[in-house]
């Protein structure tokens, strides 16, 4: 029988989860997906990346007096670590995980034929409700297709051996967290961007942290640059990293609204037509891993007939550069912007405990606090582990909690999130382990 509750095509992260929660609920459920299971995000994206950024941190001299360290790599063995021991063991996991919650799995290339049926493989599935999840693409401009030493973060991982130079074109969090990773492997950067900083729309004291790290590392920046020939590009490769595109073509022909480039959805991740609905990079909102499976779970809950709606605010960002980045909220700029009466409080890595007996001293926490409200407004890390400090500001900004609430909880000693506290105290101008301001 080719008839089901639900049919979720795309198994990235909006689509698998997605399908498990229909399951959940008791929906016959089906999922279509024509590549590997785990999207771009577990074949080609976040965990092969972070993988990779993992062994790149192992490449670093040692920072600590009394070790000797004479460190070399096979790039071909690292390649088929990645693929073998992390990638592939994980997509045999949700595989595992479809077929343990009674999942129909079908790997065949589909389109969506109206609003309650699928044609894949030449077969025609119908079903109550679609969900459409099948994430996004790299894009290169057409006039750049021929260039054959342009590499996407998709097809870097085809790389037989490392060049010995590579232009990063686009220093948004990816570009910028593959210029750390392969300066540690002893590649060459360079890194061009449009606008007048790496990492645009963070707060500009994150990036210049990151900026001094680059420089140090010999990474070349070149900022304010639009590249409209590659003919100026010295480097053997060149890494395209300026952004992906929502992959629409499954719905292409039964009218759905697009907006932004993608599948247009309302706050239950329902499209413009009856029983379909959208989750995931294909929308064209946050492209990130995170904000996709809840998507992929506010569609399920509204498949299974749960009121459920998604909301964007207090969304945390984890950059995997060296060191690393975690923000959420406001910037110190776009606050003043709104003028919003706001103080901030800074701390540095130099001054944390935890930081010098781990070796990791370079950085810095920053936060906004709404001088009415006394609560968070932003928090921007730049550190040892500031991808995972960042889900502190992440819970007290949901829940509304003030910095007085914040500061009545014991905070662990010595740890990395202690920095978070000790900002939390240098805004309210106590501070412990910095000279305070002078009376």
């Not at 232009?167 to 950067?189: D, M, R, Y």
């Not at 969304?315 to 959420?328: A, K, L, M, Y």
Request: include cysteine; proline fraction near 4%.
């Amino acid at each position: 029988m080719n008839q089901y509750d639900v049919i979720v095509i795309g198994g990235g992260p909006a689509g698998y989860p997605c399908a498990i929660r229909c399951a959940q609920y008791g929906l016959k459920t089906a999922l279509i997906e024509k590549e590997k299971l785990g999207g771009c995000c577990l074949n080609t994206g976040c965990i092969p990346t972070k993988s990779l950024f993992k062994i790149a941190r192992s490449l670093q001299k040692p920072k600590f007096d009394g070790l000797n360290a004479d460190i070399s790599f096979d790039w071909d063995k690292i390649l088929n670590h990645v693929k073998t021991n992390v990638v592939s063991r994980l997509n045999t996991g949700i595989g595992m995980l479809l077929k343990a919650n009674g999942i129909h799995y079908i790997q065949a290339d589909a389109k969506v034929q109206d609003c309650h049926s699928v044609v894949a493989s030449g077969n025609i599935f119908t079903a109550k409700n679609i969900v459409i999840a099948t994430g996004a693409r790299p894009i290169i401009p057409a006039m750049f297709c021929n260039e054959r030493r342009i590499i996407t973060t998709d097809t870097i991982w085809n790389l037989e051996k490392l060049p010995e130079s590579i232009a990063i074109i686009g220093a948004g969090p990816i570009g910028c967290e593959f210029a750390s990773i392969l300066s540690c492997f002893g590649v060459k950067i360079t890194i061009y961007e449009m606008m007048e900083q790496i990492l645009p729309g963070k707060d500009r004291d994150i990036v210049s942290v990151i900026e001094k790290q680059f420089s140090q590392k010999g990474i070349q920046i070149k900022t304010g640059v639009k590249i409209n020939s590659t003919d100026e590009i010295c480097e053997e490769k060149i890494l395209w990293a300026t952004g992906r595109k929502p992959d629409t073509t499954a719905g292409s022909e039964i009218g759905l609204t697009l907006l932004d480039g993608g599948i247009s959805t309302d706050e239950t991740m329902r499209t413009n037509l009856d029983n379909v609905f959208a989750a995931g990079d294909v929308t064209g909102k946050w492209q990130l891993a995170y904000v996709a499976t809840k998507e992929g779970e506010v569609a399920a809950a509204n498949c299974a007939g749960r009121r459920e709606t998604i909301s964007y605010q207090n969304i945390p960002e984890s950059i995997f550069t060296i060191p690393e980045i975690g923000c959420i909220g406001l910037s110190e700029k776009q606050a003043i912007e709104k003028q919003m009466n706001i103080k901030t409080g800074v701390f540095p890595y130099q001054a944390l405990g935890k930081a010098h007996a781990a070796g990791e001293t370079v950085g810095m926490a920053k936060v906004i606090i709404d001088r009415d409200s006394h609560k968070l407004i932003g928090v921007h890390i730049a550190g040892e582990l500031a991808t995972e400090i960042i889900h502190i500001a992440s819970i007290a900004m949901s829940a509304g909690m003030t910095i007085e609430q914040m500061l009545k909880a014991y905070w662990c000693h010595p740890v990395f999130s202690e920095i978070l506290m000790e900002a939390l105290l240098v805004c309210e101008g106590k501070p412990l382990h910095i000279p305070g301001p002078k009376k």
